[in-house]
């Protein structure tokens, strides 16, 4: 595996470092879920006000990225790390404390914006250290270590919800993100070569925003990733009204079906490792995009046919997580990818893109789930049939083989 210079860290201890950082996102969405009707109960908050808390941390982390990505390229990835990750816990302890819903709000805001240096600057790390094939290779083995906090967060916050309440859960987010702090301080070096001090300049950083976002093969990675994750964000955002009131599941049943997703979502990183030392970048998102062309038809399927059924359903989710594990490494690391002087700037540039379709998603959540299954279904068939034209049609036309990526 080639590097870009001498490198002091080994793959496996990049793919750990990236597990933890990476993790914390999952750590502060899907352990919370279960929280959420406790905590409506407690403070009694509308939905919407609830809502609001999932909705408030992406709407952050977008914005977030963007703040910390120009840091990190003035600063270091380090430094930066450490301050969001200290932000992060004291968030997560002040909203374990609060005793209003608003101050719960405001809590759970700032720990999205906070998550985003420690997003930011993992995925600037693996540019810092790898071209970008070898980068994406890296980042899936990380994304894997991603894979299992997904799947023991639901469950792990479902039990200590029903044990000892849901300010336990954010102790546990808070407790995560210390581990994630001391492991930064005693364990991860500094990463960046060079750097840049007008980065956070105003007309350096325009000038800086305006070359990448006028970059054809940033738009059309970047398109890919946001296809990929405003996907998943409707599943992990739509998901537990369609299966708890809809279909009318058990919690614990519920639980079972985040963590079947995450599963496959496991499994499909592990296989893009070995998909992009066969196929290349392009090859791997390329054979991937008939996954998600299933994925679209079988939704349009359903909806069409106005078909409720758990178990179709649940393959729904889980053939999403699947591609997804294959999508979001190549295009996460093949985005940044033209942009090694500046990877911080590019990957908060991306992860703003991509909190876009999140917060799209999001309003789209709130006019269509009074339809039930079938505007969860019209959303699922949107983004795969968007992420089919972005990997078939945009991306082949800036993209013709993998060394231009690299």
Request: charged letters at 10%.
């Amino acid at each position: 595996m080639s590097v870009k210079s001498k490198n002091f860290l080994s793959p496996l201890q990049v793919a750990i470092f990236l597990a933890f950082l990476l993790g914390l996102q999952p750590v502060l969405t899907d352990l919370f879920i279960p929280a959420m009707p406790a905590i409506r109960q407690e403070f009694s908050a509308s939905a919407i006000l609830v809502q609001a808390t999932m909705f408030g941390v992406m709407i952050s982390f977008g914005f977030g990225q963007l703040f910390w990505g120009a840091l990190s390229d003035r600063f270091g990835r380090r430094p930066i790390l450490l301050w969001g990750l200290a932000l992060f816990v004291v968030s997560g302890v002040g909203g374990s404390v609060t005793q209003q819903m608003e101050a719960l709000l405001l809590t759970r805001v700032i720990q999205g914006a906070a998550l985003g240096a420690s997003v930011v600057c993992a995925r600037a790390m693996v540019r810092d250290l790898y071209e970008v094939r070898d980068g994406a290779q890296v980042l899936a083995r990380g994304l894997s270590g991603l894979g299992l906090f997904a799947i023991a967060s639901p469950l792990f916050g479902g039990f200590l919800t029903d044990f000892f309440g849901w300010r336990a859960n954010q102790f546990a987010i808070a407790f995560v993100g210390l581990s994630s702090f001391l492991m930064v301080w005693w364990f991860v070096p500094e990463t960046l070569h060079r750097r840049n001090v007008e980065a956070t300049q105003w007309s350096s950083l325009w000038r800086n925003y305006r070359k990448i976002l006028s970059h054809s093969e940033f738009l059309s990675w970047s398109l890919v990733a946001m296809s990929t994750y405003g996907g998943l964000f409707l599943i992990l955002s739509g998901g537990p009204f369609i299966f708890l009131q809809v279909l009318e599941v058990s919690a614990t049943t519920f639980g079972a079906v985040i963590a079947a997703g995450s599963l496959s979502y496991l499994l499909g990183t592990l296989a893009c490792r070995r998909w992009i030392t066969r196929y290349g970048l392009f090859g791997t998102v390329r054979l991937a995009s008939w996954i998600s062309l299933s994925i679209a038809a079988l939704a349009v399927s359903l909806g069409l046919l106005q078909i409720k059924s758990f178990l179709l359903t649940l393959c729904l989710q889980m053939l999403y997580g699947l591609a997804h594990g294959f999508h979001q490494p190549c295009s996460n690391a093949a985005a940044p990818g033209r942009f090694p002087e500046m990877a911080g700037t590019a990957s908060s540039l991306m992860g703003m893109l991509m909190a876009f379709a999140a917060v799209a998603t999001g309003l789209y959540l709130s006019i269509s789930l009074d339809q039930g299954m079938r505007g969860y279904l019209w959303g699922i068939a949107f983004w795969g049939f968007f992420l089919v034209i972005a990997v078939r049609m945009v991306l082949p036309r800036v993209v013709l083989t993998d060394e231009k990526v690299q």
